[in-house]
């Protein structure tokens, strides 16, 4: 008689415990994987996906290996007005933890040329959308991410961020490295914050490129003024400006590989070729204007004049306004329009003050 009330509750926590559970979980990868769920829960997240975006996000397939995680597969999204491809990825996992969301992507690729579309529609629906409640946090891991272009393209490696809401306004933070640089090695570090407590609210841009330089090209859609130091420069230092109704802040780095031709040659009457670094001490942006900066500029290489000529009408130019010594005319061949130069090397500092120059070639240096 003792035994039947223990044999009845050992059957049904067999029941509850073990027999339930399975049955669920089987009915409902049964249920994932009819095709009329799969096709609806494929529209379901492209819909959702969309309307987050403000972009048009078509996938292949999505799965779901655990119950807490989707799995999107050939994911493409592009411009909803001109159709024109905006990013892609292999695959992207959503995952549903306890109080955030977790994002993982591979082989994520994205146009660099719709790098000003992808920053408008970050700043409208993340960073200015309406904070009513609570946002769960976002945390996101990309194996690889590469930002294409026809003419050059770079590959960031291990990239891990995350979204956060803050009392201030929404915060999204991003490290990431190149492929060369050493996993030990300083990271780069993108952050962008924005701060509703301002008049107006402000947003804060932070770039930190780590141990290695980054492409100039890469900022250029959204610096366009950057195309002029010729597709090889590279910057390698931080940013950190703050936008409001103008944008201010400062910036201190080196710019290597210049193009001087680019630079001077393809913007002004004159020829001045060459590759040049320069070292920028400290640059500081006011209401979209430089208003102060200190560094110096040098050509690159050995000193010797291969591949560096300067036109004669530049140099009667810098002679005239800026009271530098030109050689003599007849140092110069007959009818020459360039000559070329051995070293450009020089100091600048914008201040209030105005502009000065400070000459640093060393005569005697070969």
């Known amino acids: 008689m003792h035994r039947k009330p223990a044999h009845f509750v050992c059957r049904v926590g067999f029941v509850l415990l073990c027999v339930l559970p399975t049955a669920a979980v089987a009915g409902w990868i049964v249920q994932r994987s009819l095709p009329g769920v799969i096709l609806s829960a494929k529209q379901e ?5 969309s309307r987050q975006l403000g972009l048009r996000v078509t996938c292949e397939t999505v799965e779901y290996p655990r ?32 109080d955030r969301w977790q994002l993982t992507g591979s082989q994520v690729v994205i146009e660099t040329a719709q790098l000003p579309l992808l920053k408008t529609q970050f700043e409208q629906r993340w960073l200015r959308r309406e904070t009513t409640g609570q946002h769960p946090d976002c945390e996101i891991v ?8 026809a003419k050059q393209s770079l590959t960031l490696v291990d990239v891990e ?9 929404p915060e999204c933070e991003s490290t990431f490295r190149l492929p060369e640089a050493e996993r030990q090695a300083p990271r780069g570090k993108w952050l962008v914050q924005r701060n509703r407590q301002t008049s107006p609210p402000s947003t804060r841009w932070q770039l930190q490129t780590g141990a290695s330089p980054l492409p100039c090209a890469f900022f250029a859609p959204a610096w366009p003024a950057l195309k002029q130091l010729g597709i090889g420069a590279q910057f390698h230092g931080e940013l950190d400006f703050t936008q409001m109704e103008a ?11 210049i193009d001087l031709d680019a630079v001077v040659s393809d913007q002004f009457p004159h020829k001045l070729s060459g ?14 204007k430089l208003s102060r900066i200190r560094g110096t500029l040098q050509t690159a290489g050995n000193g010797r004049p291969s591949g560096r000529w300067i036109s004669t009408s530049l140099l009667a130019a810098a002679a005239e306004n800026l009271q530098l010594t030109m050689p003599p005319v007849e140092s110069f061949p007959a009818n020459a329009t360039e000559v070329p130069y051995r070293l450009l090397s020089l100091g600048f500092e914008l201040s209030d003050a105005g502009l000065r120059l400070t000459g640093s070639a060393d005569s005697l240096r070969g």
């Open 142 to 149: 990309f194996r690889e991410l590469t930002f294409h272009d």
């Open 67 to 98: 119950h807490d995680t989707a799995e999107l597969k050939t994911v493409s999204i592009v411009d909803p007005e001109t159709g024109a491809p905006v990013a892609s990825a292999v695959r992207l996992e959503v995952i549903r933890a306890k």
């Open 247 to 257: 944008i201010s802040g400062q910036m201190r780095g080196t710019i290597a590989n």
């Open 161 to 169: 961020g995350h979204w956060h809401a803050t009392t201030a306004g």
């Open 275 to 288: 590759i040049a670094i320069c070292n920028i001490e400290k640059a500081e942006i006011e209401n979209n």
């Open 45 to 49: 997240w492209e819909q959702e996906l």
